[in-house]
């Protein structure tokens, strides 16, 4: 079993959709989660980050993090096409440690 | 500003070549590691460094070796390139302390090995 399980997708929503991305994690050690969003032929940029448990927002983007059941979702409002890419979930145990990432849902946003 | 720069950005191997993926940031980040990227696996941890002289392998090791001469450079040899070792090779660097988990990603190196 993967310490970090994602859906690769790929998943397509209308413009103006509300987009819920997830991810589950076997290792109750892990602190640290984050989402990465890569565009085709692009490297992974950070996109949310979160430490222990509870929420972020930024924008249209809400991190959510729930340590009791190992799961974690990225919710984007009112989507849009350039919100198109694949979205990496990642976890690590302290700082600056190896992170252990999701496989990446493609997201796919149409007009 | 240009953060994590990877070169090549493409390259063709025959089974059995060697090369060198060249890897630097001018961050003064203390963490740089080594990524690979495959269909279906996510990104997989290849080797990592804490500071210049100082490398630990990662997940996936075998057939790589990497050194740590200077703050700014992370380069990536491939010893004898096997077909398994088609993939996209991501270089990322981080600064220490809280926060370092934040990975500063280069925009990869494609390699073929045929």
């Known amino acids: 079993q993967k310490e970090v399980e994602q859906d690769p997708g790929p998943l397509s929503v209308p413009e103006g959709a509300i987009v819920s991305l997830n991810c589950t994690y076997s290792n109750s050690a892990f602190q640290y989660f984050m989402w990465y969003r890569q565009y085709s032929r692009k490297g992974p940029e950070l996109l949310m980050y979160t430490y222990s448990s509870g929420n972020k927002e930024d924008g249209r983007f809400t991190a959510q993090v729930d340590k009791s059941s190992k799961y974690i979702s990225l919710f984007i409002r009112d989507s849009q096409p350039s919100d198109s890419a694949t979205y990496l979930c990642?976890?690590?145990?302290?700082?600056?440690?190896?992170?252990?990432f999701g496989t990446g849902t493609r997201l796919q946003v149409t007009l | 500003n240009a953060g994590v720069t990877q070169t090549p950005k493409f390259q063709v191997l025959k089974t059995g070549q060697s090369m060198t993926l060249q890897c630097a940031q001018d961050?003064?980040?203390?963490?740089m590691s080594w990524y690979r990227q495959d269909p279906g696996m996510g990104l997989r941890l290849i080797h990592y460094?804490?500071?210049?002289?100082?490398?630990d392998q990662g997940e996936v090791p075998n057939g790589y070796n990497v050194s740590r001469s200077t703050t700014e450079d992370f380069p990536l040899r491939l010893l004898s390139a096997a077909p398994s070792q088609t993939s996209v090779y991501f270089c990322?660097?981080?600064?220490?302390?809280?926060?370092?988990?934040?990975?500063?990603f280069g925009s990869g190196t494609q390699l073929s090995v045929l």
């Open positions: 961050m003064n980040h203390e963490y």
């Open positions: 990322a660097s981080s600064y220490s302390g809280q926060g370092g988990e934040k990975l500063f």
């Open positions: 460094s804490v500071g210049a002289g100082i490398t």
């Open positions: 990642a976890t690590g145990r302290e700082p600056a440690s190896k992170l252990t």
